[in-house]
Nanobody, 123 residues
Framework: QVQLVESGGGLVQAGGSLRLSCAAS????????MGWFRQTPGKERDFVAA????????VYADSVKGRFTISRDNAKTTMYLQMNSLKPEDTAVYYC????????????????WGQGTQVTVSS
């Protein structure tokens, strides 16, 4: 079982930066792939980025490439999402997720989810 807790959300002006964190814990945590997704009211939860356990492979949604960076600190079992050059369309609830096996961008592939953290970008 894996427990995930996000933090770091908030209100920022367009062009600004935020860093989200996801703290993972669990008796059998292992070495999962971890990812970030985001969701706005009335819309599907969309993939943002994912990273393998070793950190040697990452994938990003086209909408965030070049602006967001995913990373992880396995000693702290924490994952991060550095978000730069934020745009109003990045406003969403951001969710941390984990899965075992290969890296994927489909939300159905992720078995474990955090409660989400709100990111609001004002214009």
């Amino acid at each position: 079982q894996v427990q995930l807790v996000e933090s770091g959300g908030g209100l920022v002006q367009a062009g600004g930066s935020l860093r989200l964190s996801c703290a993972a814990s669990g008796r059998s945590f292992g070495n999962p792939v971890m990812g970030w997704f985001r969701q706005t009211p009335g819309k599907e939860r969309d993939f943002v980025a994912a990273i393998t356990w070793s950190g040697d492979s990452t994938v990003y949604a086209d909408s965030v490439k070049g602006r967001f960076t995913i990373s992880r600190d396995n000693a702290k079992t924490t994952m991060y999402l550095q978000m730069n050059s934020l745009k109003p369309e990045d406003t969403a609830v951001y969710y941390c997720a984990a899965k075992y096996g290969s890296i994927r961008f489909q939300k159905a592939a992720y078995a474990y989810w955090g409660q989400g953290t709100q990111v609001t970008v004002s214009s």
